[in-house]
């Protein structure tokens, strides 16, 4: 399975967020230049995981970006779920549909390995990915 870019450069900014120190915050413009993706991408992916609950965001004089207690916590599983959607790995309808599709066996088989996948990464959360030796690397982004 192959996760979408929007869900990528969400993960990776939630794993910047997480290697913050309590009480700093981040601006969308410099999460965005420290993890080399382009400020509305990275706007659009802060609006979805503010969304998801998984990110504050503050504006004005003292604002900024910092990740939630849920953030750091929630399933990571989860996470791509919602940022995935739940859409099944092959579509057998569609303007042409598929003429197995009475007797396929794929499909089946594709929509088990999509639950593995997530099965896989439900124990996970942001925090267990930010540890070392990721979080330091990440802090040294800037």
Not at 3 to 29: C, H, I, N, P
Not at 90 to 102: D, I, K, N
Request: proline share 4%; with cysteine; glycine share 10%.
């Amino acid at each position: 399975m192959r996760l979408t870019k929007f869900t990528d450069l969400a993960l990776r900014v939630t794993m910047r967020l997480a290697v913050t120190e309590q009480g700093v915050t981040l601006t969308t413009r410099q999460v965005a230049e420290a993890m080399a993706i382009p400020y509305t991408h990275t706007a659009k992916a802060i609006a979805r995981l503010q969304h998801l609950g998984v990110v504050e965001a503050r504006r004005g004089r003292g604002g900024g970006l910092e990740l939630t207690g849920f953030g750091r916590t929630a399933s990571l599983g989860w996470l791509v779920r919602e940022l995935e959607g739940e859409e099944e790995v092959v579509a057998c309808e569609g303007e042409t549909p598929c003429p197995l599709r009475a007797a396929c066996r794929l499909r089946g088989a594709l929509r088990n390995a999509q639950r593995a996948f997530y099965a896989s990464l439900d124990p996970l959360t942001v925090d267990d990915l930010v540890a070392s030796p990721t979080g330091p690397v990440l802090l040294s982004l800037s």
